[in-house]
């Protein structure tokens, strides 16, 4: 038996023992909890204007009381409040205490971002991305990607994939999702492990590929519930 075909039975085996658990869609819940927690949120809330209003905010929020909080966003906003501008930023994109409207939710976002957060970052190219404005997002994440935060070098290669897919697109990305992996990026993890399987990074890398693969869902089968 091949080095590939072990690994693929060892991949399979492990699935089939474990079938509540599903290795591809934690690791992007992962990836969505990664990027939240390590973007610059020490840095942002340093800037806060006033932490007393922006934790009744929290608490007005906490309790069901999106009326009170939205009100003393807008106003701590007013103040240069990134953390405010980012709370209204996804109000509206959610349609929490105010109706969805996506465009005032990305324009929110685009002042947070201007203030320095990695976060609303983040969320203008997920926007962005979501109308195929690909070259748009990438822009957005350029700043993140020259400052090595390795979520934003990961959407930055996921999100030229989804646009090209073509094998100088593969080639080009590689080197960045090997680089968000390495930084311990979930979803990099993800993404480079099954790509390099399929040999879209050429035939020879297939096996590391398959290692990975195997190690991923071994990793989320030994996970606590």
């Known amino acids: 038996m091949t080095l590939s075909e072990t690994i693929r039975r060892m991949s399979k085996e492990c699935a089939a023992s474990h079938p509540e658990i599903d290795p591809w869609g934690q690791a992007w819940a992962e990836?969505?909890?990664?990027?939240?927690?390590?973007?610059?949120?020490?840095?942002v809330d340093d800037r806060e204007p006033d932490l007393h209003r922006a934790i009744e905010a929290t608490d007005a929020s906490d309790t069901g009381d999106l009326a009170t909080a939205i009100k003393i966003w807008h106003g701590l906003a007013e103040r240069g409040s990134v953390r405010a501008m980012i709370e209204l930023g996804i109000c509206h994109e959610f349609g929490c205490g105010v109706p969805l409207n996506p465009d005032l939710a990305e324009d929110w976002y685009n002042q947070a971002a201007s203030?320095?957060?990695q976060f609303a970052m983040l969320r203008r190219a997920h926007l962005a991305a979501s109308?195929?404005?690909?070259?748009?997002s990438d822009a957005i994440l350029q700043a993140g990607v020259d400052a090595g935060w390795a979520s934003a070098i990961f959407w930055q290669a996921w999100y030229r994939i989804k646009q090209s897919g073509?094998?100088?697109?593969?080639?080009r990305t590689y080197p960045l999702l090997k680089l968000a992996a390495k930084l311990g990026h979930p979803g990099a993890k993800l993404v480079l492990a099954n790509l390099t399987v399929r040999g879209k990074f050429?035939?020879?890398?297939?096996?590391?590929?398959?290692?990975?693969?195997?190690?991923l869902v071994i990793d989320v089968s030994v996970q606590p519930k």
């Open 31 to 43: 990836t969505e909890t990664w990027d939240t927690e390590n973007a610059n949120w020490q840095e």
């Open 131 to 136: 109308r195929n404005d690909y070259a748009e």
């Open 202 to 215: 050429g035939r020879l890398r297939v096996p590391f590929g398959l290692v990975s693969a195997a190690k």
């Open 166 to 171: 073509s094998k100088e697109c593969y080639r």
């Open 115 to 117: 203030g320095g957060s």
